[in-house]
């Protein structure tokens, strides 16, 4: 079975440009998760979405970031400006209802 | 929110040795998740004790949850190499997000 898996691994653009990241869950799973890691902090959660609704996104910074899951498949969370401090690992985790969360290899962005 | 404070942040040992990493909670457990991130990849999940006094085991680790001291141990038995990356503690949250703690860093030497 195939786990979670992002896209691009790693992206570095300037600042004040958009970049887009992708997320494709386990096959299944209803749930799909954004995290992140700014370097030298823990791991800190975005939002939560249960099939294509937005179930929790109180972990959003500001209205730069958009997260959408179109047709409760894969995901995207886009960056639009990006800002230095918006540099970091972004992590996707899937879970089935009720399940352990399961993480992808994360994509590394850097806001130059 | 409940917080995770692990211990220590990092740690290196020789091959072969046993050691232990702490996850303390700010409030009270009532679950928590151990993972462990490779360099440069991502989480891989090891364990999820739900219980006080529930111990866990996957190959040479073994994780125990004591909800009186609102802490949980994660022991490694006879070190490898391939055990090292960084360890991370995390509990649930209100909803289905995990709060996480900022992760012992573990390196393995020959």
């Known amino acids: 079975e195939a786990g979670v898996t992002q896209f691009p691994s790693h992206s570095v653009i300037e600042k004040g440009q958009t970049v887009t990241l992708r997320c494709d869950p386990i096959s299944g799973h209803d749930n799909l998760y954004w995290y992140r890691r700014v370097m030298g902090k823990e791991i800190k959660f975005l939002l939560h979405?249960?099939?294509?609704?937005?179930?929790?996104e109180s972990g959003m910074p500001n209205n730069r970031f958009l997260a959408e899951r179109t047709g409760g498949t894969y995901s995207t969370l886009k960056v639009q400006p990006a800002e230095l401090e918006d540099s970091g690992v972004y992590f996707c985790a899937s879970s089935p209802q009720g399940g352990t969360q399961y993480f992808g290899p994360g994509t590394r962005l850097t806001v130059l | 929110s409940q917080e995770l404070e692990q211990s220590p942040q990092s740690l290196i040992v020789q091959e072969g040795k046993n050691l232990t990493i702490n996850c303390t909670s700010s409030?009270?457990?009532?679950?928590l998740y151990w993972y462990k991130q490779k360099y440069g990849e991502g989480l891989i999940f090891l364990m999820m004790?739900?219980?006080?006094?529930e111990e866990k085991s996957h190959e040479k680790i073994t994780a125990k949850l004591d909800e009186k001291k609102q802490q949980s141990s994660l022991h490694i038995t006879a070190s490898q190499p391939s055990h090292a990356g960084i360890y991370l503690c995390g509990v649930g949250n209100s909803g289905y997000a995990l709060n996480f703690g900022k992760g012992t860093s573990l390196l393995v030497t020959p």
């Open positions: 004790l739900q219980k006080g006094g």
């Open positions: 409030k009270t457990l009532y679950g």
């Open positions: 979405f249960v099939k294509e609704s937005k179930q929790d």
